[in-house]
């Protein structure tokens, strides 16, 4: 993913308003992020721990979409998987992270969800190499192609949440 402003962030949302959008808080590291590692931005608002924010780079530009987190009520009996990177060793948490759709449809109360890590560390859980063995010989191999699964099914989500 190529560096961006907080300007490009803030006008990148098909789901919130300019106001909601302008008043985000950017993640703390925004400032020294690696930006060489990332497929999209993804964080969690430190002053909103509810509410979450994608921004995904694709053919049309960015696209940002805010998302909402459950409450912390429900107690987690079982383990999930992460819908974007599939992450089957990560011990992090996945939670159902719900988008208003964009539009008309959003402002109608229509929303689009899908379950993602909580802290979005998708981009780091893809990058991580397995051991070699006899299944998958090239470790390198396997992760480009879960940088290209994490990429394909992110643009879905997006995708997703812009249909109408």
């Not at 190529?2 to 098909?14: G, L, P, W």
């Not at 993804?42 to 509810?50: E, V």
């Not at 999930?80 to 939670?95: A, G, H, P, Q």
Request: aromatic residues 6%; positive net charge.
């Amino acid at each position: 993913m190529q560096q961006i402003t907080s300007q490009q962030i803030r006008s990148s949302f098909v789901n919130a308003s300019r106001s909601d959008a302008a008043k985000l808080n950017l993640p703390k590291d925004f400032a020294t992020l690696d930006w060489d590692t990332l497929d999209f931005l993804g964080w969690r608002d430190d002053k909103m721990p509810l509410r979450g924010y994608l921004v995904v780079p694709g053919p049309k530009g960015l696209t940002g979409i805010m998302l909402r987190a459950p409450d912390g009520g429900a107690k987690k009996n079982r383990s999930v998987l992460c819908e974007l990177c599939r992450d089957v060793f990560s011990k992090e948490d996945v939670v159902l992270w719900v988008a208003k759709r964009a539009g008309q449809s959003g402002r109608d109360g229509n929303t689009v969800g899908t379950l993602i890590c909580a802290d979005f560390l998708c981009c780091g859980n893809v990058r991580k190499e397995p051991p070699a063995n006899e299944i998958n010989p090239d470790p390198a191999a396997v992760v480009l192609r879960q940088i290209d699964g994490l990429q394909a099914r992110t643009a879905q989500f997006v995708d997703r949440v812009r249909s109408r």
